[in-house]
């Protein structure tokens, strides 16, 4: 199965795809906790030169919140991460797919929940 909801931006600089990759998640009910720039992380860390690369930590509190409630340990798998990446033939935007990480917990209120916000996050990518 396939863990991500994907799509390459072939007319979109890097910066361009991050401002419309927050723009649909906004759109769709969701804020950005955290945000994590690879690159600037792996040249500090390790001296490493890599491709632009962030990882954006979405959050849409309704479903968060339900989700707590069904399963007071699921907070170790949120928020719903979002990656933008420069690639050879454009900007490539992946955003996880709940319901492949979700089997990993046996919880059926936790499904429908997964199912609902798959449906967001491939609506996003899809926005794109």
């Known amino acids: 199965m396939k863990y991500y909801h994907e799509k390459i931006l072939k007319d979109a600089s890097f910066e361009e795809a991050i401002q419309k990759v927050m723009d649909a998640l906004k759109d769709e009910g969701f804020g950005i906790l955290t945000e994590?720039?690879?690159?600037?992380?792996?040249?500090?860390?390790?001296d490493e030169d890599f491709r632009p690369y962030k990882i954006l930590g979405a959050c849409n509190p309704p479903f968060a919140y339900k989700a707590l409630l069904a399963e007071d340990k699921i907070g170790a798998m949120?928020?719903?991460?979002?990656?933008?990446?420069?690639?050879?033939d454009g900007v490539e935007v992946a955003?996880?797919?709940?319901?492949?990480s979700m089997q990993a917990v046996d919880s059926p209120k936790l499904n429908d929940l997964a199912k609902e916000?798959?449906?967001k996050?491939?609506?996003?990518?899809?926005?794109l």
Request: net charge positive; with cysteine.
């Open 36 to 46: 994590i720039d690879v690159k600037e992380t792996l040249k500090k860390k390790l």
């Open 78 to 88: 949120l928020p719903c991460n979002v990656i933008v990446q420069q690639v050879d």
């Open 95 to 100: 955003a996880v797919d709940p319901v492949a």
């Open 117 to 119: 916000i798959s449906i």
């Open 121 to 127: 996050l491939k609506a996003v990518i899809e926005k």
